[in-house]
């Protein structure tokens, strides 16, 4: 294989370094408003209705388990739609994905609301999902596309606040809206939050992705960049660790309604406020998660949310195994709830900060983690019946666990392999139509080939040290910084090494 060094134009390099803090400066408070909105569409259309989910049970004649397929039909819709959403937003930009997106949940939340029975329902449900996805996707993408650095980790912690926020308020309003209409009004509710959303992206959002920053080419390329994608290790580790805490989530936001009004018999008023609680906890850990991240470390502040993840887990199993107070549930799920929020922030930033360039591809697989693995999770905690708690414990556990073994296998390794956590993605470089996989070298430097580039990466990581270059202000991980001398010293070193090899390898016989 044969490969191309490069080395960044200083002129090239100040513009781009203009462009971007131009780009950042350029995010005004309405649009900043506009993509926290976007966030709330899994929250909301999740948590507004799980007040009214016995109810539901009941009037439709059906079986706990089959009900729970309404949250499980949601969150599968919600992860397929962002496979989706993500490479065409790519490909098309933002803004005309997001709106067809707003439009077809407002539809689907109104068929949800006429639904005659529980199959029809399970049906509506998914394809709300489906288009609740690109709102979600859209979010995490734009800020990619408008924040680099410690802002873009700031970004995100944001994001998880909003999220927390959304959770809070859903299940106050959809219990409060319990005690004057039933669920069905509670559908309609999210009808007309969905045309208020699609009224603000009409006036408000612009496009994010300009035309020449925009995937090209045939579909195969998408293809190509899930393989490079999930061929990065910290990436992989990102997803793994992002599906596992919201397989746990997830299976808190099914159970929880049953244990707590079911076994605890709290009303759904009472319910709405035990659950605005963890989600307070959730919301006030996400920002702080996000400020410590970008000032501490984002692979200590990881840890730290699983570490509370697997605590609180193993709590809310001893909790159900030995039919501990209300208070121990409530302490058990604060804690752990408030780990998946420590972990959203830095497992987001570590997914996403070397793809700015197919930042709504990889956005789409940290939604299909998140979802997918939430809505395998979610039946499994009501195996058990209503009055069974040990099937939740159980799940959390084992999710919290995968999640550490996950970061274990993954970041941790990289991280202790490398000395520090550098980055070995692919990263792709838009050169007009024609778009060119480039693999960043551990000293900034690109190399152009066709396999994501790792023999070039093996090549000059012996030689070259320092961060990864990419289009964003250099900033350190785990507190390392590099200037950007280091890295074309480091190009050099590397380039002098591939010539002094080929220039000692003994002459072919002929």
């Known amino acids: 294989m044969t490969a191309t060094l490069t080395t960044a134009d200083p002129a090239a390099t100040r513009t781009n370094h203009h462009a971007v803090r131009t780009r950042e400066q350029a995010v005004d408070r309405p649009l900043a408003v506009v993509l926290g909105l976007l966030t709330i569409f899994g929250p909301i259309s999740m948590d507004l209705y799980l007040p009214v989910l016995p109810a539901l049970t009941t009037e439709l004649e059906s079986a706990t388990s089959t009900a729970q397929l309404t949250v499980t039909a949601c969150l599968l819709g919600l992860a397929i739609g962002q496979v989706i959403a993500g490479p065409l937003s790519d490909r098309f930009g933002r803004r005309r994905p997001l709106l067809v997106g707003v439009v077809a949940y407002i539809l689907t939340s109104t068929l949800c609301a006429v639904s005659p ?39 995100y912690g ?20 319990a005690s004057v209409t039933d669920w069905r009004g509670i559908f309609l509710f999210l009808a007309a939050v969905g045309v208020a959303i699609l009224l603000a992206s009409l006036v408000i959002f612009r496009e994010t992705l300009p035309q020449h920053h925009r995937v090209t080419g045939e579909l195969t390329h998408m293809a190509h960049d899930f393989r490079c994608l999930l061929a990065d290790r910290v990436f992989l580790g990102a997803v793994l660790v992002t599906g596992f805490t919201n397989a746990a989530l997830f299976a808190y936001l ?20 035990a659950f605005g609680l963890n ?97 395998l999770a979610a039946p499994l905690v009501g195996l058990g019946g209503a009055d069974d708690a040990v099937p939740l414990g159980l799940v959390t556990v084992v999710s919290a666990a995968l999640a550490m073994t996950a970061y274990t296998m993954t970041i941790r390794r990289t991280v202790t392999s490398t000395g520090s956590l550098t980055a070995r993605s692919p990263e792709r470089s838009v050169t007009g139509p024609r778009v060119a996989m480039r693999s960043e070298t551990a000293s900034g430097g690109t190399a152009e080939e066709g396999s994501c580039g790792t023999d070039v990466v093996a090549v000059l990581s012996g030689c070259c040290s320092g961060r990864s270059g990419v289009p964003a202000p250099a900033r350190g991980r785990g507190g390392v910084a590099r200037d950007h001398s280091q890295r074309i010293a480091g190009i050099w070193q590397g380039a002098c090494g591939v010539l002094h090899r080929r220039r000692a390898r003994p002459a072919p016989v002929r």
């Not at 944001?158 to 809206?177: E, F, H, N």
């Not at 309604?257 to 406020?273: A, K, N």
């Not at 030995?322 to 604060?334: E, M, N, Q, T």
């Open 117 to 155: 029975t529980i199959e029809t329902l399970i049906l509506a449900r998914f394809v709300q999902g489906l288009a609740g996805a690109v709102g979600i996707v859209v979010a995490q993408a734009a800020g990619r596309d408008l924040y680099s650095g410690r802002k873009l980790v700031r970004y």
């Open 254 to 273: 099914s159970g929880a309604t049953y244990v707590l009004q079911g076994i605890y018999r709290l009303s759904p008023q009472e319910y709405s406020f």
């Open 279 to 375: 989600s307070l906890g959730f919301m006030v850990f996400g920002y702080v998660a996000g400020r410590l991240a970008e000032r501490w470390s984002e692979k200590g502040t990881l840890v730290i949310g699983l570490v509370m993840c697997v605590l609180g887990a193993g709590g809310l199993l001893a909790t159900a195994a030995l039919h501990l107070p209300l208070i121990a549930v409530i302490v058990s799920l604060l804690t752990m709830v408030s780990g998946v929020a420590v972990t959203s922030p830095p497992a987001t930033s570590l997914a996403l900060a070397n793809y700015p360039d197919i930042a709504g591809t990889a956005s789409s697989l940290l939604g299909l983690a998140r979802f997918a693995f939430g809505g």
């Open 158 to 177: 944001r994001l998880t606040v909003l999220g927390g926020l959304a959770a809070i308020i859903g299940p106050v309003i959809g219990g409060q809206l």
